[in-house]
């Protein structure tokens, strides 16, 4: 059973457009994140959730919009997109501060 | 701000022999310090982790020791085997929503 899943696993799209990525955790983990991995393999927190409650939000530009409808999920939303937000998105979980169980990552290309 | 400072970039190790990775941090609220290993095309996954109140902890073939006066910890990899092919990352936990600052990593290959 796949414990962090992503969908899609690849996007392409053009510049302007307004993407999602979904995320769904089967672990019954009360936090979720997202997390950046550039063209360089830094992996770099975007924002945090516990308890479907935004705790952290780094420095990400308005355009990226995190939502979670329940524990389980948590979807982001990305508007105008941009070339540099070109970049592997991966999904985390946690029950609280224990270990974190990273997705498969979306690899996002912005062209 | 780069909080957790990675070294080597990359490193080649024979089959058999010892891979060490060093991470520096700064943050003297970070908690918790894991390593993940990283495969082309996959998630990081935890591959062992370390508490400050610990000088050292070992796993299998894998062993983290850590020095909390120097703010310093490093992974090593005994008997690597070309399996162990991989990215690692180092990371510290602050007290901040449980994110991991991450290291910029280490590309392991072990070769035959």
């Known amino acids: 059973d796949t414990a962090v899943s992503q969908t899609p696993k690849y996007l392409v799209t053009q510049m302007g457009n307004d993407k999602s990525i979904k995320c769904e955790q089967n672990l019954g983990h009360d936090t979720m994140y997202w997390y950046k991995q550039d063209s360089k393999k830094f992996l770099k927190i975007m924002f945090s959730y516990n308890n479907k409650e935004l705790i952290i939000n780094e420095t990400v530009p308005n355009r990226f919009s995190p939502k979670s409808p329940d524990k389980a999920h948590l979807n982001l939303h990305i508007n105008s997109l941009e070339l540099g937000d070109s970049a592997v998105y991966f999904c985390a979980s946690s029950r609280s501060a224990d270990t974190q169980y990273f997705g498969p990552g979306t690899r996002l290309t912005v062209l | 701000q780069q909080q957790v400072k990675q070294s080597p970039q990359s490193l080649i190790v024979q089959k058999g022999g010892i891979s060490i990775i060093n991470c520096a941090y700064e943050?003297?609220?970070?908690?918790?310090f894991p390593w993940y290993q990283q495969f082309p095309g996959k998630g990081p996954a935890l591959l062992i982790a370390i508490r400050p109140d610990v000088s050292e902890k070992k796993e299998g073939r894998f062993t983290i020791s850590f020095n909390k006066s120097a703010k310093q910890f490093s992974l090593h990899i005994m008997d690597s085997q070309p399996g162990d092919s991989a990215t690692y990352f180092c990371a510290g936990r602050g007290d901040s929503g449980y994110a991991l600052n991450f290291g910029k990593g280490t590309s392991l290959l072990v070769t035959p």
């Open positions: 943050n003297t609220a970070f908690d918790y």
